[in-house]
């Protein structure tokens, strides 16, 4: 079993930047990936990042690719994204999750991942 709590959000205005954090209870085996997805008021939970626990190989939603950067420290059990050049349309909030394995070709699809953490609001003003 595998606990998550994400923390770092919050309000920023249009261009800052924030840092989201995840930190991960239970064990986390070098075969796991983690992943950053977002829901948007209105909108369906959508694939942000995602990272492979062993080797730190790193995906990015075309959305967020250049501006957000996923990285994970494995003596903390903690996954981070930080996210730059933020714009209003970026408000959501923001989930981490483990996928105890990884899909070449469903990394993105929220369906695969076994663990998932509470949220935190990210907010962008104009």
């Known amino acids: 079993q595998v606990q998550l709590v994400e923390s770092g959000g919050g309000l920023v205005q249009a261009g800052g930047s924030l840092r989201l954090s995840c930190a991960a209870s239970g064990r986390i085996f070098s075969y796991y990936s983690m992943g950053w997805f977002r829901q948007r008021p209105g909108k369906e939970r959508e694939f942000v990042a995602a990272?492979?626990?062993?080797?730190?190989?790193?995906y990015y939603a075309d959305s967020t690719k250049g501006r957000f950067t996923i990285s994970r420290d494995n003596a903390k059990n903690t996954v981070y994204l930080q996210m730059n050049s933020l714009k209003p349309e970026d408000t959501a909030v923001y989930y981490c999750?483990?996928?105890?394995?990884?899909?070449?070709?469903?990394?993105?699809?929220?369906?695969?991942?076994?663990?998932w953490g509470q949220g935190t609001q990210v907010t962008v003003s104009s």
């Open positions: 999750a483990v996928d105890k394995g990884f899909s070449y070709s469903d990394y993105d699809r929220e369906v695969v991942y076994d663990y």
């Open positions: 990272i492979r626990w062993s080797s730190g190989s790193t």
